[in-house]
């Protein structure tokens, strides 16, 4: 799980976080910048841990599964924890190579996850952020229980061809750097 991951990595327990402030305190402590500031949750707090100390260290073909909800916006909540998601991303050669998640169905969970990012956008003075109306009203119509993967062939390319870019393995020319 991620929450395992950055215990092994970076030395610390989300688990013994008793709340938000003190995981930004422990963020503080390791040096570890959590771009959400004073709004930053745990889970925020756990994905910079993830992004500072963990991801650099997937070499061998990894699956990291169990993410917070606050990165998986569109990603089903788990039922025994509603803090994190049915989500798991593989990593091969310390890099992200796809994405997998079941799909979030409910929509009163959806406007508060898509409310809460508005609020978030705003207070960094993003006065255009709104909430998608329509996607949320589709919701509301239903959906039936779905999953989504992306297999990150574009990356898989770039590992068997020691590309540091994307744009060089793309095969669309107008989107390579002239």
């Known amino acids: ?22 995981a930004r305190k422990v963020a503080k ?3 570890v910048e ?13 994905i ?7 991801e650099e260290n997937l070499v061998q073909p990894t699956v990291i599964y169990d993410y917070p909800v606050e990165n998986s916006p569109l990603a089903k909540r788990k039922k025994d924890n509603p803090a994190f998601t049915e989500r798991f991303e593989y990593f091969i050669y310390a890099r992200e190579m796809g994405n997998a998640f079941s799909e979030l169905n ?4 959806q ?14 003075g993003g006065n255009d952020a709104k909430v998608d109306e329509d996607f949320v009203t ?13 297999i990150g062939v574009d ?17 669309f020319p107008h989107m390579k750097n002239k």
């Open 106 to 109: 409910d929509p009163i969970d």
């Open 138 to 150: 589709a919701l509301e119509y239903g959906m039936p229980p779905t999953g989504g993967i992306g």
């Open 48 to 54: 910079a841990f993830f992004d500072a100390f963990v």
């Open 29 to 31: 402590e390791k040096g």
């Open 111 to 124: 406007r508060e996850r898509f409310e809460k990012q508005v609020a978030i956008k705003r207070a960094k």
């Open 1 to 22: 799980t991620m929450v395992e991951a950055v215990k092994k990595y970076a030395g610390v327990d989300y688990n013994e976080w008793e709340s938000d402030e003190q």
């Open 34 to 46: 959590v771009e959400e500031g004073e709004q930053a949750t745990k889970g925020h707090v756990l």
């Open 155 to 171: 990356r898989f390319v770039m590992l068997l061809t020691g590309q540091e870019s994307i744009r060089e393995v793309l095969l």
